[in-house]
């Protein structure tokens, strides 16, 4: 019997109204004679509401013990989830991660999936039970309770569908399918049918928050049919219907090569820009920087070094918006007092704008488009960054939503 894979979130399990909903759907799915798992975050705004508490208590909760807390939210869903399907007639049982166990490294708040045992799980589907595994967390070597990062879920439901070696994860959202850039900022958004596996990797680490980037690296390593498509529509639709809606991450490249030359538009409001001024122009001069933000466990995304000019150059960077005073006091420690540079500047309000297309790789004349587009809306362009299916651009974040719809509309992504 083939076993897929559902994923819900946040909206989607919104309300013991909308649980009801999903628990009508995933019987659907059972009385189909399919063996399904479901993997539900936590209701909306709980996880957030959870984080918003311990911060009252400490301005920088202790990792360990937030994510005790905030893996609480997926925890009441799974088994409020099982209970709706046991009022319908179905068995259904709900496991936390550390009961599967899903196994992770330490890294609190950020943590890695290193194993999923599927021995109990695939006992209960054999008996027909439908089996709810929460989201977002997991538990390490020494029985912490670990979470996977904002947006964790579908990583766990990518993950165990991987693992248990199901035919497809389905993931539910609260828009159907994956499209030309958030739909909730360009009314004219247009629906993909399909996305490759490569381009919505781009999207995902460029700020399309549809799908947690780990979960599209998981879909590529196992080569994981994984599908985005809507809770929101009526449970009880024909399931040939429901079975082909939505957006599939293909690993065929060909699928969009016909297709425009862009597939779409990211963007990432939480950014931050860190430049040391008069850095000497010699060897180790970047490692001696951008080592100590390492350190200090905060990732850097786009970097740019100046021409030096008499033995002197600038040095930007960029880094979460989150981390920006954090990085800032590792610099002004670590720059001044070993390396000498005249300044340090910041700007914690820039935004970052990409395009992705796997087009790209066979079309010239997509960055002087974009530059092009940028220049005629008065847009000045801080950084640049490039790969062989994207371009991205900081810019200041107050331009971000004009940049998204002209850039939209000059590559001819609306709706037809
Ligand atoms: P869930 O709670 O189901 O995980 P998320 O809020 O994490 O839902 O992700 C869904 C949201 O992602 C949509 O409501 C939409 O605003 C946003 N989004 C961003 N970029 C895109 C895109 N390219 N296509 C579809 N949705 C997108
Ligand atoms: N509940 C978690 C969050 O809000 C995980 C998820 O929803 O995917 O980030
Ligand atoms: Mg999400």
């Known amino acids: ?145 670990t979470t996977l990062g904002r947006g964790g879920s579908d990583t766990s439901a990518v993950a165990i569908a991987a693992a248990m070696k199901a035919q497809e994860c389905l993931i539910y959202t609260d828009v159907d399918g994956v499209y030309t850039t958030d739909p909730r900022v360009v009314s004219e958004a247009r629906r993909l049918n399909t996305v490759t596996f490569e381009e919505m990797l781009e999207m995902a680490s460029l700020g399309s928050k549809v799908l947690q980037i780990r979960s599209v690296e998981f879909a590529g390593n196992y080569r994981m049919p994984t599908r985005v498509l809507s809770s929101l529509t009526d449970p009880l639709m024909p399931l040939a219907e429901e079975i082909v809606s939505g ?32 850095v000497p122009d010699k060897p180790g001069i970047a490692y001696q920087i951008l080592g100590p933000v390492a350190d200090a466990n905060i990732e850097v995304d786009m970097i740019i070094q100046n021409q030096s000019v008499e033995g002197k150059t600038d040095f930007t960077f960029t880094v979460p918006r989150a981390d920006y005073n954090k990085a800032m006091e590792v610099l002004n420690a670590s720059v001044k007092a070993h390396i000498g540079a005249g300044s340090i500047i910041g700007d914690a309000k820039v935004s970052k704008v990409s395009v992705v297309g796997v087009g790209m790789r066979s079309h010239v004349g997509i960055a002087s488009q974009m530059f092009r587009t940028l220049s005629e809306e008065g847009i000045n362009i801080q950084m640049i960054s490039t790969s062989e299916i994207k371009i991205s651009v900081l810019i200041d974040e107050k331009y971000m939503e004009l940049a998204v719809r002209a850039l939209h509309k000059a590559f001819g992504l609306e709706a037809a």
């Open 247 to 278: 957006t599939l991450i293909s690993f065929e490249e060909d699928t969009n090569m016909e297709q425009a030359t862009i597939t779409g538009i990211a963007f990432n409001r939480d950014e931050a820009k860190l430049t040391v001024f008069g």
């Open 1 to 145: 019997m083939a076993l897929i894979v559902h994923k819900y979130g946040g909206t989607s399990m919104g309300s013991t109204e909308r649980i009801k909903n999903v628990a009508k759907r995933v019987a659907k799915w059972h009385d189909a004679g399919y063996q399904i798992i479901v993997v539900p975050s936590a209701m909306s705004g709980e996880t957030n509401r959870i984080i918003g508490l311990a911060k009252e208590i400490m301005a920088e909760p202790d990792p360990r013990e937030l994510d005790m807390i905030a893996s609480t939210g997926e925890q009441v869903s799974v088994g409020l989830l099982s209970m709706a399907l046991q009022a319908i007639g179905k068995k259904a049982v709900s496991y936390a991660g550390w009961q599967v166990p899903i196994k992770t490294d330490s890294a609190y708040t950020k943590a890695r999936i290193s194993s999923i045992d599927d021995v109990k799980v695939k006992a209960d589907l054999a008996e027909g039970k439908i089996v709810i595994i929460t989201g977002f967390q997991g538990v390490d070597d020494l029985g912490n309770i």
